[in-house]
């Protein structure tokens, strides 16, 4: 009697051990020492100021008023204030996250800095380089910051970040890698040139893959956590919705997205999932953390009124005119355009990216709330770092 009683207390202790080593794998543990970001303007926190020193471009995200709310002044953010990294870097307890592209300061005067949080990400960035974009669609011009030149800097920038080999791995390893959201823009080149979703399928397959070799690399090089973002719903970007609509007539009655638009953004978040899949099943001890950006955003799309946004979803804040406030030929920045009195009503900042109030939200969404697969550990987060401490030590 006793024997079996000692024995069936030592089945549930065993079968709680394992839930709390199997819960260990499934959910990201430990805290992170740092965010090393790769990706596009979702994820730029200023690299523009950096290039517009060195280039005669006009750099919209510089022009006022890009950043008038939060930041009272542009800073290359493309939105109005903080973006999802920003509010990351915050609940991680981490100094916001500088631009690894700078005009001014070698890496070595950055190297401190860079310890706690490191962004190549730069706005208008493509997964696919540029040779292969150019060459696709010679009459647009693309920034030379794709995925694998944003790996390359990554590596040259690694020796004076951390040093020596075994410092390095475990400043990757104690990093959370941000990867994307990137392909956006890839997709943007077909979209404007007015090509059918059909002949812009095809790229999906080329771009999903650069993207999980990128991760693959980075596990490689000692990579311990990566959140890789899907891509937004683009049918219900005012942008799309002011240059495509035509072409693409059916709309969502719920939500006024253009359908085939948001379905391609799915056929892009899908295939990204299944390789993602691939990855974790080569690499079971690494935290692959898909970001749903897609279903997160959603929610506004879908009852704009239960998240504050009571001026809608669709219409952008700053801009010149027109039915979603979205002008291709004149942009938030540019003469004759305005800026909302109330950004925080507003999903849509400038007709491409979204407010201030839609990134925190979507932050939420994903760090905090269900939209990852696996769940994130919001343990890490300020509020309850302790918790996440205590777990770690445990296993
Ligand atoms: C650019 O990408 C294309 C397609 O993935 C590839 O064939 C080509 O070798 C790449 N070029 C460079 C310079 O990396
Ligand atoms: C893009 O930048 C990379 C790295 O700086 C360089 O090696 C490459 O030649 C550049 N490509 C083009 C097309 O300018
Ligand atoms: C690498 O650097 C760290 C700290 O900078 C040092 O403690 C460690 O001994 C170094 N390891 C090797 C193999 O040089
Ligand atoms: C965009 O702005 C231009 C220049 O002001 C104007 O001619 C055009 O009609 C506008 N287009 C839309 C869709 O509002």
Same mark, same amino acid.
């Given at each position: 009697?006793? *024997? ?13 051990? +394992? +839930?709390?080593?199997?819960? /260990? ?18 994820? #730029? ?10 280039? #005669? %471009? ?35 307890? =981490? ?71 075994? #410092? ?9 890698? =941000?990867? /994307? ?9 077909? =979209?404007?040139?007015?090509? *059918?979703?059909?002949?812009?399928? %095809? ?20 990579? %311990? ?124 900042? #400038? ?43 445990? +296993?």
């Amino acid at each position: 009697m006793t *024997s079996s009683l000692s024995y069936s207390s030592l089945v549930v202790y065993f079968v709680i051990l +394992m +839930m709390v080593l199997r819960s /260990g794998s499934l959910y990201a543990n430990g805290c992170y020492k740092s965010i090393i970001s790769f990706g596009d303007s979702l994820a #730029d926190t200023g690299s523009q100021e950096e290039l517009s020193h060195i280039t #005669d %471009q006009l750099y919209q995200c510089l022009l006022s008023p890009y950043g008038e709310t939060f930041f009272h002044k542009p800073t290359g953010r493309c939105s109005n204030g903080r973006l999802i990294i920003d509010f990351l870097a915050e609940s991680l307890g =981490l100094p916001m996250i500088q631009p690894f592209l700078h005009n001014k300061k070698t890496i070595d005067d950055r190297a401190v800095t860079f310890r706690q949080g490191v962004n190549y990400a730069v706005a208008g960035a493509t997964a696919l380089n540029s040779s292969f974009i150019e060459a696709e669609w010679p009459e647009r011009s693309v920034i030379n910051a794709s995925l694998e030149v944003q790996l390359t800097w990554f590596k040259e920038s690694l020796p004076s970040i951390c040093g020596n080999t075994s #410092d390095c791995k475990s400043f990757i390893k104690s990093s959370l890698i =941000l990867m /994307g959201e990137i392909g956006g823009n890839d997709y943007s080149f077909p =979209l404007f040139a007015g090509k *059918s979703i059909d002949e812009f399928k %095809q790229y999906v397959p080329l771009v999903t893959d650069t993207i999980i070799s990128t991760v693959n690399e980075l596990i490689e090089m000692g990579a %311990q956590t990566l959140v890789v973002p899907g891509n937004f719903p683009i049918g219900c970007s005012s942008s799309y919705l002011t240059v495509r609509a035509s072409d693409y007539e059916e709309y969502d009655p719920t939500t006024g997205c253009l359908v085939s638009l948001n379905e391609f953004a799915e056929y892009h978040n899908n295939m990204l999932q299944k390789k993602l899949n691939m990855i974790r099943e080569l690499h079971p001890d690494v935290n692959l953390i898909y970001a749903d950006y897609y279903n997160a955003a959603m929610q506004f799309y879908r009852s704009p009124n239960a998240f504050g946004f009571t001026n809608g979803a669709l219409k952008a804040c700053c801009g010149a005119g027109g039915p979603f406030n979205y002008n291709v030929t004149v942009r938030c920045g540019g003469e004759s355009t305005t800026m909302c009195d109330q950004p925080d009503t507003y999903v849509n900042w #400038d007709g491409v990216h979204l407010t201030e109030m839609a990134y925190k939200l979507i932050f939420e969404s994903i760090f905090q709330g269900s939209y990852t697969t696996p769940q994130f550990n919001s343990l890490c987060l300020t509020s309850a770092s302790q918790v996440g401490a205590r777990l770690s030590s445990l +296993m």
